[in-house]
């Protein structure tokens, strides 16, 4: 049976969207990880929509009701189905992205990894749903589900099935090696973000012999299984060669992002420096990157602005490379963590009179020498001259 129009059918907000008081207001499609700002009236229109109510009742903006049914933001009923709709307000920053580490473990041993030797701390399985409902509840926007590998985490599953309905976008990085039929088809997560460090012999000089095969295997079970998947790559010495082949790979595969950085000198890496290139050798492969991330500055802030990480100890952090700098316990209260979190406005640095400052966003401030120093990987690929940051 056809949809009724608009005006004749109980609206109600889409599954798939979620009002958000942020610094401005939004609605958030979580499929698509997007953002429409709203003004006064809108919000107010959107908040009715709880599918207890006609269209011509709500309102006679046919041009915006037309482009919320278009953007999926909306949807048309034939007989009243009253559902809340609710709206997270967030603190100030908001906290958008939380990278959740649900255990340390990991089936493979990276000489690349920046957490080091695996270890068993995990989360349980009532802090990892209460953490992730409090941060829905804040405003949140993307819950990124990580570890160590997730996919050992003996709970996952009902984490699974018990946050479907959370307000948030749920992405699981791995990497990928565990992927499989059966677990792709409980994996009701709205991206996975495989880690690819290369072609065969790049990603498995990283990662061990062997496993540039299954993290592919895997990538084509999720492809399979109908989820979106996206991509992360480290720059290193053995795979400078190999970008051409993973474009196409992301390609076909039909990747939704390609994430690409250099590697952080921390963890395992400590002991394999000889796998770092200069940076000046690395900044062209940069290019190769696309899509949105979540490290990333706003509004007059360097990085993580918007973002909280919290390890598998449930200590919170600025992000998972300042493990000796906790904030807090998240399970004592996320917000109370968050707000102790400095950020640092992009005027402090020392290159603030940059004239690439705005595109580059000050880069990672781990990577800097020092919070305020230059991030010279960023200085390399705006073709700033590093010679003059030195010393």
């Not at 049914?69 to 009243?80: C, I």
């Not at 997560?189 to 299954?214: A, K, M, T, Y």
């Not at 989820?227 to 196409?248: W, Y």
């Not at 950020?343 to 580059?360: D, K, M, R, T």
Request: with cysteine; proline share 6%; net charge negative.
């Amino acid at each position: 049976m056809a949809e009724p129009a608009w005006t004749d059918g109980y609206l109600r907000l889409s599954p798939q969207a979620a009002l958000k008081l942020l610094e401005q207001t939004f609605i958030y499609h979580r499929g698509r990880d997007e953002l429409y700002e709203l003004d006064d009236a809108a919000l107010a229109f959107l908040s009715r929509c709880d599918g207890s109510r006609l269209g011509h009742d709500l309102t006679d903006d046919d041009e915006f009701v037309r482009f919320c049914l278009a953007e999926e933001l909306l949807q048309t009923l034939s007989h009243p189905m009253p559902t809340p709709v609710p709206i997270s307000k967030s603190p100030t920053p908001s906290l958008r992205y939380l990278e959740l580490q649900l255990l340390h473990d990991c089936n493979l041993r990276c000489r690349h990894c920046y957490l080091g030797p695996p270890n068993p701390t995990r989360l349980s399985l009532p802090e990892a749903l209460s953490i992730s409902a409090e941060f829905a509840d804040k405003g949140g926007l993307k819950l990124m589900i990580s570890g160590g590998e997730p996919l050992l985490y003996p709970e996952l599953q009902s984490f699974i099935e018990q946050t479907r309905d959370l307000p948030v976008r749920r992405v699981l990085i791995s990497n990928g090696t565990l992927l499989d039929e059966e677990n792709c088809a409980w994996l009701t997560v709205d991206e996975i973000q495989v880690s690819l460090d290369g072609w065969r012999e790049g990603h498995d000089l990283l990662r061990g012999e062997g496993n540039f095969d299954l993290s592919v295997d895997g990538i084509f079970a999720a492809r399979h299984a109908g989820i979106p998947v996206s991509l992360a790559t480290v720059i290193h010495r053995g795979n400078l060669r190999e970008f051409d082949r993973m474009k196409r790979f992301a390609e076909e595969i039909g990747a939704i992002s390609w994430g690409i950085d250099v590697l952080c000198d921390a963890g395992n890496l400590t002991r394999n420096r000889s796998l770092n290139i200069p940076y000046e050798q690395a900044a062209p492969l940069f290019d190769f990157s696309y899509g949105g991330g979540y490290h990333g500055p706003s509004e007059g802030f360097a990085c993580g602005r918007h973002l909280l990480t919290v390890l598998p100890d449930g200590k919170a952090v600025k992000c998972g490379f300042y493990r000796d700098a906790p904030l807090g316990d998240a399970r004592d209260g996320l917000l109370d963590c968050w707000l102790r979190l400095e950020h640092i406005p992009l005027s402090s640095l020392e290159c603030h009179s940059c004239p690439v400052l705005a595109q580059c966003g000050g880069g990672c401030r781990f990577r800097a020498h020092h919070p305020l120093a230059p991030d010279l990987a960023m200085c390399a690929r705006h073709g700033i001259d590093l010679t003059k940051h030195h010393g």
